[in-house]
């Protein structure tokens, strides 16, 4: 079955500065890499997703790319705030049921004014 | 609009005793997940509900874990009886069946804690 792998597991970084969270995937089936955000004590929620058939997508300070051939997707943000403080979860369908996704286990990020 | 609702947000319990989740999707949602996050691990995937069918149960630990979607609204998980390793929080998640975007929209999850 699929096996999402995430990295960093903690990420330190200054107000302004970019931050980069790396997934790899291991079923070249799946087509869909979503993101979801969890700040402390609140519900996890999509920031954005990508599908297998474009590369990169952009929204405001957050990106995210996908390289199909070496089954890996990052999530880029720039000029980070203190707003930006999360765990964020990459995530990857399965190719099973409707909102089967196996997640990586979460990057924990801390933007430091 | 409501968003989903999960009770009771933290439960504690001793081994072998009974708990009950409940989860209240987004009105409209006849998708339905339950999920689970043990501390510093992946949210796992434990199954999913089309309005009061079971439509993906692989991801479910073990017989000791019962899911019901009566009538296809809430939903319930029970653990009985419950062990150790079953701490952790567990999310309810819905979406969408006609015009899934692959968006799961999350309740905030309810936290169990075995004693």
Redesign the interface.
Known sequence: GEN?EQHPSTLSVQEGDSAVIKCTYSDSASN?F?W?KQEL??????II?IRSNVGEKKDQRIAVTLNKTAKHFSLHITETQPEDSAVY?C?A?SG???????????TKLSVKP | EAGVTQFPSHSVIEKGQTVTLRCDPISGHDNLYWYRRVMGKEIKFLLHFVKESKQDESGMPNNRFLAERTGGTYSTLKVQPAELEDSGVYFCASSLLRGFTGELFFGEGSRLTVL
């Open positions: 999402v869909y979503p979801y004590g609140k519900r996890p929620q999509l997703d979860f995530a369908s099973g049921s409707q909102g089967n996704l196996i997640f990586g286990k979460g």
